[in-house]
């Protein structure tokens, strides 16, 4: 193989041409794989069914890491000093870190959040201290919408920093009622008054059936609990229905329910 002489006036500016011509060749293989990284990524988290949002900021997480680092080899086959560079732009993350750490505790709840789902979209769940349903479930915040038609912001560090109770994963809700009646009242009567006052409320579902429990003697009253379970979004509907069967029922059947009385 003959070799191509190079004129004289080029020669000393060769390692630096070739340098170029490396580092330019290894910048835009750089931006292929980033490419192909971010399509990959991004195929994968959408199989497992992750949260759209999530999907989209880790798989452009990943196309970034790619193609810095193929930036920081191009850089270094010009003669540009990385480490420096790279411990600059440590430092400068360690402290946008330290700036920003509360707002990181959001955002590493919130992808906790999206990865393991303790709930999702639709979800009537207490989080925060607070209580509603699921509308929008973000890297940093958690919206919920109450009962009472109002909108709240819960902040993901302060969901995930306590209990969450998720009351829709189980598909359904139970309702419990509790029950006074006069002493001298039949208990078997009582059971089956508060049975049928229980099956003849629609929300109320037939499976899991009602149950109906004797569970105390009060200072004024026999004590029972009727428990009823319902669709998540009858919770309201139902406690209506069955406190209202129950003393309906109750009251058509003669058995008194007793009220506080204060002897002066």
Same mark, same amino acid.
């Given at each position: 193989?003959?070799?191509?002489?190079?004129?004289?006036?080029?020669?000393?500016?060769?390692?630096?041409?070739?340098?170029? !011509?490396?580092?330019?060749?290894?910048?835009? +293989?750089? =931006?292929?794989?980033?490419?192909?990284?971010?399509?990959?990524?991004?195929?994968?988290?959408?199989?497992?069914? !992750?949260?759209?949002? !999530?999907?989209?900021?880790?798989?452009?997480?990943?196309?970034?890491?790619? =193609?810095?680092?193929?930036?920081?080899?191009?850089?270094?086959?010009?003669?540009? /000093?990385?480490?420096?560079?790279?411990?600059?732009?440590?430092?400068?993350?360690?402290?946008?870190?330290? &700036? *920003? /750490?509360?707002? *990181?505790?959001?955002?590493?709840?919130?992808?906790?959040?999206?990865?393991? /789902?303790?709930?999702?979209?639709?979800?009537?769940?207490?989080?925060?201290?607070?209580?509603?349903? #699921?509308? %929008? #479930?973000?890297?940093?915040?958690?919206?919920? *919408?109450?009962?009472?038609?109002?909108?709240?912001?819960?902040?993901?560090?302060?969901?995930?920093?306590?209990? #969450?109770?998720?009351?829709?994963?189980?598909?359904?809700?139970?309702?419990?009622?509790?029950?006074? +009646? &006069?002493?001298?009242?039949?208990?078997?009567?009582?059971?089956?008054?508060?049975?049928?006052?229980?099956?003849?409320?629609? @929300?109320?579902?037939? %499976?899991?059936?009602?149950?109906?429990?004797?569970?105390?003697?009060?200072?004024?009253? =026999?004590?029972?609990? #009727? !428990?009823?379970?319902?669709?998540?979004?009858?919770?309201?509907?139902?406690?209506?229905?069955?406190?209202?069967?129950?003393?309906?029922? =109750?009251?058509?059947?003669?058995?008194?329910?007793?009220?506080?009385?204060? @002897?002066?």
């Amino acid at each position: 193989m003959t070799n191509i002489p190079v004129p004289e006036a080029i020669e000393p500016y060769m390692p630096l041409i070739v340098g170029s !011509l490396t580092a330019i060749v290894i910048f835009i +293989v750089g =931006l292929i794989l980033a490419g192909w990284t971010h399509s990959l990524v991004r195929r994968g988290l959408e199989r497992r069914k !992750l949260d759209p949002s !999530l999907v989209s900021f880790l798989s452009s997480l990943a196309r970034w890491m790619v =193609l810095a680092a193929a930036v920081i080899a191009a850089l270094e086959r010009v003669g540009v /000093q990385t480490t420096s560079l790279v411990a600059l732009l440590g430092s400068a993350g360690i402290a946008i870190g330290l &700036a *920003l /750490q509360g707002n *990181l505790a959001h955002f590493a709840s919130g992808v906790m959040i999206l990865i393991f /789902q303790p709930f999702k979209i639709d979800d009537y769940v207490e989080a925060g201290g607070k209580e509603g349903w #699921v509308k %929008d #479930v973000g890297l940093f915040t958690t919206t919920l *919408l109450t009962n009472d038609n109002e909108t709240i912001i819960v902040p993901n560090g302060s969901a995930t920093g306590g209990i #969450v109770i998720n009351y829709s994963s189980a598909g359904t809700r139970r309702v419990p009622i509790a029950v006074g +009646v &006069a002493y001298g009242s039949k208990i078997p009567e009582v059971i089956e008054v508060l049975t049928k006052a229980a099956d003849r409320c629609e @929300a109320v579902k037939k %499976d899991p059936a009602p149950v109906i429990a004797f569970v105390g003697l009060g200072a004024s009253s =026999l004590d029972f609990l #009727v !428990l009823g379970h319902c669709s998540p979004a009858d919770y309201p509907n139902l406690i209506h229905q069955l406190t209202t069967a129950i003393y309906e029922d =109750l009251d058509a059947a003669g058995i008194e329910i007793p009220f506080s009385q204060i @002897a002066v």
